[in-house]
């Protein structure tokens, strides 16, 4: 089990029991977008969360591989999305709760969609559409 944190981008509803959750993510001082299949119960509990965009979220991960026409296919499928509780961190003499900021990069150029330009894609929120 794996564990991310970053701020949710989207939430893209693919079929009843489907959905794919896009976070945004800094990478070695790069805000990056990350997107996350998730099915099954946890999408359930993860509609129950009533999540907002930009907020802030904890997701545990795994990885699944297997032989696909010969070859092998691995899969990074969600586990469960919470809510991010920061943990509180001791400076010496006290505990301090601390939620570090995400940089103030513009990563939307207007309301309604999201564009990556070095990938090269635009995610509709609206829709959830994603074009290249």
């Known amino acids: 089990m794996f564990t991310i944190t970053g701020r949710l981008i989207t939430i893209i509803n693919e079929t009843e029991k489907s959905s794919k959750v896009i976070l945004k993510k800094q990478v070695h001082g ?3 977008a990350l997107a996350f ?7 359930f509990r ?10 802030k979220v904890s997701l545990e991960f795994y990885l699944k ?4 026409q010969g070859k092998w296919k691995t899969q990074v499928c969600a586990k469960t999305i919470q809510r ?8 010496g003499t ?6 570090a900021p995400m940089p103030e990069e ?4 207007d309301e309604d969609s ?19």
């Open 94 to 99: 006290q505990y301090v709760k601390q939620d």
């Open 114 to 132: 999201f564009i990556d330009d070095e990938r090269n894609f635009i995610v509709d929120e609206e829709t959830g559409e994603i074009r290249l």
């Open 37 to 43: 299949p998730i099915f099954g119960t946890p999408k």
């Open 30 to 32: 790069k805000v990056v």
């Open 46 to 55: 993860m509609e129950d969360l009533k999540l907002q965009k930009n907020e």
């Open 106 to 109: 513009r990563l939307f150029n």
């Open 84 to 91: 991010y509780i920061p943990k509180p961190k001791w400076d």
């Open 65 to 68: 591989s297997e032989i696909w």
